[in-house]
């Protein structure tokens, strides 16, 4: 007797193969830095929540920011805290600056792709945390030389499951490290697309000038990250609030200040400089006496001073036939990726690494980009913080011939 067999199939769903787990943790911060490097727009949205305490304080702060930006010198930056919030916005044409909690702004002819340099009070800082974000995170790997991956973890954002490779490095895992400083991060980077989606550092330091310990806790989430995407024209327009007032300026908080004053040195004998050469000799400022000589103070993480060099590099084609020598100090915490950044502009003149920060200090730098222009006698004649280039331009006009006439700012873009 014969029994038919019944043949049963099962049809299995097919499923995208997950992405395989990267074997080296500083290869996938490289790659996860370049996605944001090429991206020729983004939208980033951050929560950064900071703990800082030690035996008799503590403290709590809470900032939201927000970085849209599309070709065209279209930009809206976002940053409210504890300290105040303002709006960066341009839409290619028109820049507006608004102060939320001094409900007043400013509108005038936008300049470049970036916000134009100002001196900057306190509603302002996280605004230009905000402007950072994208530029952070493209840098990340930049200072490591090393990095270990962590287990695999899925986190919860905005009631969303997000499945996320997680990179920890420390202090010693830098390229270069601060005796003063202890610091460990842990990422949490989406599997998905490759993109931040959370921080978390600790850090050990001191509180100057007093050196009191403190000890920091970092957390930062991001509900946002869009890469390459396209924005509504409305997201770059500014409508005022009804109790919104026009102005034509704010005011400079620090026009005044005692701190300021402090550290005016115009008029006075430039502090002598000792710049290591790369061969490890020493050149002394005080032997270029007989030259004017222009200092500039700056970094790559400082978005002012990057936006700043083009136009240095023209006016120094300018003048550099007329006998002025210029030099750069740079405050990164590596002194390759100035290099590097200087290699890729082609900058002519000499750059010198502020290893531990002695150089700012001796011109008592509170703010970078610094600008300091010391004449042949070796007094200092000009001294500005986030200074515009035709302040420069007037200040070497006065050294006298040859550069009393220094192509004019609008016949030198042509």
């Given at each position: ?121 306190g509603d302002e800082m ?125 005011p400079d908080p620090f ?160």
């Amino acid at each position: 007797m014969f029994f038919p067999i019944a043949l049963a199939f099962v049809l299995i769903p097919l499923q995208s193969e997950k992405p395989a787990a990267p074997q080296d943790a500083l290869v996938l911060l490289n790659e996860v830095s370049q996605r944001y490097a090429d991206a020729k727009s983004y939208h980033i949205e951050a929560v950064e929540e900071r703990n800082s305490s030690n035996e008799l304080h503590r403290d709590w702060q809470k900032t939201l920011l927000k970085a849209i930006v599309m070709p065209g010198g279209r930009y809206r930056y976002e940053g409210r805290s504890g300290f105040g919030a303002a709006t960066y916005i341009s839409d290619g044409k028109t820049e507006w600056v608004y102060r939320l909690y001094e409900h007043r702004y400013t509108q005038k002819p936008a300049e470049g792709d970036r916000p134009k340099r100002r001196i900057i009070a306190g509603d302002e800082m996280a605004v230009m945390n905000a402007e950072q974000l994208a530029h952070i995170m493209a840098h990340r790997a930049d200072h490591l030389k090393s990095a270990r991956l962590l287990p695999e973890e899925t986190i919860l954002m905005d009631g969303r499951k997000i499945a996320c490779y997680v990179v920890y490095y420390s202090q010693d895992d830098l390229k270069t490290t601060k005796a003063d400083l202890k610091e460990d991060w842990t990422l949490w980077i989406s599997e998905e697309n490759k993109t931040v989606v959370k921080t978390l550092s600790h850090a050990e330091t001191y509180l100057l000038p007093n050196h009191i310990p403190l000890s920091t806790e970092t957390t930062m989430t991001y509900p946002v990250v869009q890469l390459d995407q396209q924005e509504p024209v409305e997201a770059f327009m500014f409508v005022p609030p009804n109790d919104a007032k026009l102005v034509d300026d704010f005011p400079d908080p620090f026009k005044h200040s005692p701190a300021t004053l402090a550290a005016n040195l115009l008029g006075k004998p430039a502090p002598e400089l000792s710049l290591k050469t790369g061969d490890e000799k020493t050149l002394a400022l005080s032997s270029l006496r007989g030259k004017p000589v222009f200092l500039e103070f700056w970094a790559t993480w400082c978005a002012p001073c990057v936006e700043l060099m083009p136009d240095l590099k023209k006016l120094y084609s300018e003048t550099e036939n007329k006998g002025m020598v210029w030099i750069s100090v740079d405050n990164d915490d590596d002194a390759s990726t100035a290099f590097a950044f200087l290699s890729r502009q082609k900058i002519p003149w000499p750059n010198y690494h502020d290893q531990d920060g002695s150089l700012g200090k001796a011109f008592q730098r509170e703010g970078i980009p610094l600008g300091v222009l010391i004449d042949a006698e070796g007094k200092i004649t000009f001294y500005e913080s986030g200074y515009e280039i035709s302040e420069l331009r007037a200040a070497i006009a006065k050294l006298g011939p040859p550069f009393s006439s220094p192509a004019p700012a609008a016949k030198a873009a042509q």
